[in-house]
């Protein structure tokens, strides 16, 4: 039979998680759940204010750099990730931006060409020179270097005085930017290390010359010419270098292999 309004209701407490529900059906928001929507809300806002900050690096001679030589702020240590450029000459990559990256990039690719088997032969050598040398410079710069690659110097490395391999064996000289800083910056001028690793030794069955590794930074001067980055100076300094890992070593036959198999990189900062 139907119940009179006149009756008393049965009030039901609801469980606390049911009553949670109950309250955000009818609108009202735990205070907690406010509170923690303001500080992710301020927590977006931040990052969005972080990310414009930092969206663009200044190129040479901009801000965070002055025409007299002032040491710009360090770069970030990942790599941007944007290819340096799209050409190349005789083999070595030319006509980077003018920009702090665009610098940093053509010092890596130096640096690549600097340590190659092409700097032990005299042709080569001269070739790699013209290619990345500010005109300016390069015969300078070529005297040095035909000095530092006499034939005596070139036989430590096994080699004969034309800068050739034992017949059987593979001449291996390969340096590797492990990464890159600009140390001095302006407009047309900017200097830049290069930490590498490298490899140099004759791979082989019955080499006297093994193929090792050593670590060195390179320091590269160079100049904006008006369409491209290049070379005036470089020096060489050893390390840093970390501690050797617990790891058996390639036998002769292995380390031909990949010196024949894999190539080498074009570098981008």
Known sequence: MPVSDDQPHTRTRLPVAEQSVYQQVNGRQPRPLRTLLAVLGVVVLLVIGISIANSGKPAPGKSGSSADG???????????????????????????????????????????????????????????????????????????????????IIAKFG????????KGLTFVSRTVPVGTKTTNSADTATKVDVWCTGLHGLAGEGSTQPVAADWFTLSLTMR????????????????????????????????????????GFRYAR
């Open 70 to 152: 002032a040491t710009p702020a360090p770069a970030a240590t990942l790599p941007s990730g944007r290819d340096p450029v799209s050409t190349t000459s005789n083999g070595i990559a030319n006509g980077y931006p003018h920009t702090d990256q665009g610098a940093q990039s053509a010092a890596a690719n130096y640096a690549v060409a600097l340590g190659s088997e092409q700097m032990f032969r005299a042709d080569t050598r001269r070739t790699v020179i013209t290619t990345i040398t500010d005109p300016t410079v390069a015969a300078a710069l070529q005297a040095r270097l035909d000095q530092g690659f006499t034939p005596e």
């Open 159 to 166: 080699l004969d005085a034309q800068g050739r391999a034992p």
């Open 224 to 263: 904006w010419t008006g369409s491209d980055w290049k070379l005036t100076d470089y020096s060489r300094k050893t390390g840093p270098a970390p501690v050797p890992g617990d790891q058996q070593a390639a036998t002769a036959e292995e380390i031909t292999t990949a010196v024949q198999d894999f190539g």
